[in-house]
Structure formats: structure tokens, C-alpha cells
């Protein structure tokens, strides 16, 4: 089957995440691919993208994540060519800065769970100056689609504000892009709505997307290290039983995260204590998943 030869014509976004785990399961930007008969979790994965390049009508890009830490460059068309690359996909221009005024905040209801404020120093040094304007409300056309995830969080229907934030979700990235600030920010709140309703390690994958893309956009620093702090909040409860939320206990599913987990605190700069405290619970977990 031929390859994409011209590796310029494919567009610069959506980038896909593809991430394949130990014991041979996928997920595509964070979502679980169900594998057919037959099929291992790097084609069940592949199938997944391609469809995505069908429904768009021309070859995407993407980065597939290896059980041990590896990153594969790859565009991938929707007959089924796999072209790997030689170097990273090059980084998509900043948007405009849009014109809007600043809009209200999307906040978790009191109570909710979060990690305390930062502590310790950054490891890297704060990024430059946001380009774009990360508080600027939706275009009118989203904003519905909007209001019908806030209802169905307002009446407790999480379920539906799930759903309803994926499709909006899905809408932002056909008309923005994956890393747009209009994006990332709802994916984020898919984020929290798993959180509430106990999916620990969809959340914890999510928050750590948001927070990478947010990182790779030169985001607001503080809002960018909440989010991935709130990824570690969901590793470290999969990773160590609690009594406040003993349904998340799964160590098995934080071995397969670890290395991710631990990369993404790295490439955000999350505090040095937090990195090394997860270092520490990591070389516990194969005897615990064990016993």
C-alpha cells in the first residue's frame, strides 16, 4: 500500500495521540479503542484513526505512544497507508488572538476534589506570554452546545454533560483545531465531568492531554500546572488505596500510566516534590499490583 509522499500537503492539525499500553490495550486522545477479533491494540488503534481520516477526506498526523516511553511520528491515510517520519510534526501557527471580551470561568461545584496549591519551585522556567486569549468565550454558533453541558451538569445528569461536552469537543476540533484554546479548554472540562463520575484513569488521561496541549500553546502557566496536578490527583488515587474514594484503587492500571504520567509532569514543569513523590509510589506498585 503506498505512503503519503507529500508530507506537506497533510494539514497540521488534528495531531492524534495514540497510546498503546503493556498489556496490549489502546486509546486514541484518550479514548479506549475496542479491539475486534483477531486484532492487537496497534491495529485496533490504527483502524480507529483512519476512520477519522475518512471522515475528513485526506491523511492526518499522529503520535503513537509505546508501552516503554516511545514516541512514533506517523501520518496515517484513510486507506490504510502508515507513513512513519523521521522528525516530530511540525508545530500548527498560533491562532489569531480573538476579540472577544474575557467570559465567566467553567468552576467545579465546593467540595469537589483537587491538590493543594503548588509547592516548591518550577523546574523549568515559565514559558513566554500566552499568543492567544485562553478566557475568551465561544463563538456564538458552540455556545448551545455549551449550555447543554452546563444544564446537564446543573441537574446532575454527568452522563449526558459528558456526551454533550465530547460532541462539542469534536466540533471545536473539526473548526479550530486540537490545541486551540477553544478545545483544549473543553476538553478539560471532560476532564472534571469523568472525575465526578468516578473514571479515574479517563480522567487522569484527559487531564494530562489538556495539560500538555496547554503547555505546547504557552498557556497561562498556573492553570496549565493545575491540570496536571489534577492528572496526578487520579494516578496517585489509582495508584494507592484511600479511604475517602476506595472505588479508584487500580495499580495495575498506574503501572501502565507511570512512565506517561511522569513525562507529562516533566514537560509542564510540575514542582520537583511531586515528580519525586511519584517516582517513590511507582517503585511500590509492582508489589502491590501483585499481591
Known amino acids: 500500500m503506498p505512503v503519503v509522499t507529500d508530507l506537506d500537503a497533510v494539514p497540521l492539525t488534528p495531531v492524534y495521540t495514540i497510546v498503546i499500553t503493556e498489556d496490549d490495550q489502546a486509546s486514541v486522545d484518550g479514548q479506549s479503542v475496542e479491539k475486534l477479533h483477531g486484532q492487537d491494540a496497534r491495529e485496533a488503534a490504527l483502524a480507529d484513526v483512519r476512520e477519522r481520516a475518512a471522515r475528513r477526506g485526506h491523511p492526518v498526523r499522529v503520535n503513537a505512544k509505546e508501552p516503554d516511553g516511545s514516541v512514533w511520528p506517523l501520518i496515517v491515510d484513510y486507506d490504510g497507508a502508515v507513513t512513519p517520519l523521521e522528525a516530530p510534526h511540525p508545530a500548527p501557527p498560533a491562532p489569531a488572538l480573538p476579540a472577544q471580551a474575557p467570559a465567566p470561568v467553567y468552576s467545579a461545584p465546593a467540595g469537589e476534589p483537587s491538590l493543594p496549591p503548588p509547592t516548591g519551585e518550577p523546574v523549568i522556567p515559565a514559558p513566554a506570554a500566552p ?88 498557556a497561562p502557566r498556573e492553570e496549565t500546572l493545575r491540570l496536571a496536578r489534577q492528572g496526578h490527583f487520579c494516578w496517585k488515587h489509582l495508584a494507592k488505596p484511600s479511604p475517602k474514594y476506595p472505588g479508584a484503587y487500580d495499580p495495575a492500571t498506574a503501572i501502565q500510566w507511570t512512565a506517561e504520567v511522569l513525562r507529562v509532569l516533566r514537560t509542564v514543569g510540575a514542582e520537583e516534590v511531586i515528580v519525586v513523590t511519584t517516582e517513590k509510589w511507582a517503585a511500590e506498585l509492582p508489589s502491590a499490583a501483585a499481591s
Not at 449550555?147 to 446532575?156: H, I, P, S
Not at 479548554?185 to 479515574?200: S, T
Request: charged share 20%.
Open 131 to 218: 499568543v492567544v486569549d485562553w478566557m475568551a468565550p465561544l463563538p456564538e454558533e458552540f455556545r448551545e452546545m455549551f449550555e447543554q453541558v452546563k444544564g446537564a451538569d446543573a441537574t446532575g445528569q454527568l452522563a449526558a454533560a459528558a456526551v454533550a461536552a465530547q460532541d462539542l469537543e469534536d466540533a471545536l476540533d473539526d473548526a479550530f483545531g486540537p490545541v486551540h484554546p477553544y478545545t483544549v479548554n473543553v476538553l478539560a472540562v471532560r476532564a472534571y465531568l469523568n472525575l465526578r463520575m468516578g473514571h479515574w484513569a479517563m480522567a487522569m488521561a484527559l487531564y494530562l492531554q489538556a495539560a500538555e496541549r496547554r503547555h505546547q500553546q504557552q
